[in-house]
């Protein structure tokens, strides 16, 4: 068996964006599933979301899962892997790991980019500009 990885943020209550993968059948290709699905984790949260778009929702990778994701997906349909709960704001001195986190969940357009290979410098001048434009 092969699972769908779909990569998902979505803003919180507080603020905070929650990053999580929805993991499914490989097969499985209907996003209004799996956006469901998404849904019924943020619930199970206490994290009412009235939507789940392809703008926070999309097929990531495939891969191999292990006993746990196997079981989950034969029970419900579906695994969720909890990945990282993003700040409304950045940390004094982040990290480049933190950078890119914010870019991704807070600038939709920055969401699924690719960050492999950017030099830091690009990286903190791309925030500063988006960040500057904001305000």
Wanted: aromatic share 10%; hydrophobic share 35%; charged share 30%.
């Amino acid at each position: 068996m092969k699972t769908a990885v779909w990569d998902t943020y979505v803003k919180k209550k507080n603020g905070a964006v929650l990053h999580f993968d929805i993991l499914v059948p490989e097969n499985l290709n209907d996003s209004e599933i799996i956006f469901r699905y998404g849904k019924e984790y943020l619930k199970s949260i206490g994290e009412n979301s009235s939507e789940i778009t392809s703008e926070q929702c999309q097929l990531c990778h495939v891969e191999v899962p292990g006993e746990e994701v196997i079981r989950a997906i034969s029970e419900k349909g579906y695994y969720i892997l909890e990945m990282d709960e993003i700040p409304a704001s950045l940390p004094d001195n982040p990290s480049r790991r933190d950078k890119i986190l914010y870019l991704r969940a807070h600038f939709p357009e920055y969401r699924f980019a690719n960050f492999r290979g950017v030099p830091d410098d690009e990286i903190e001048n791309l925030l500063y500009t988006i960040i500057k434009g904001t305000n």
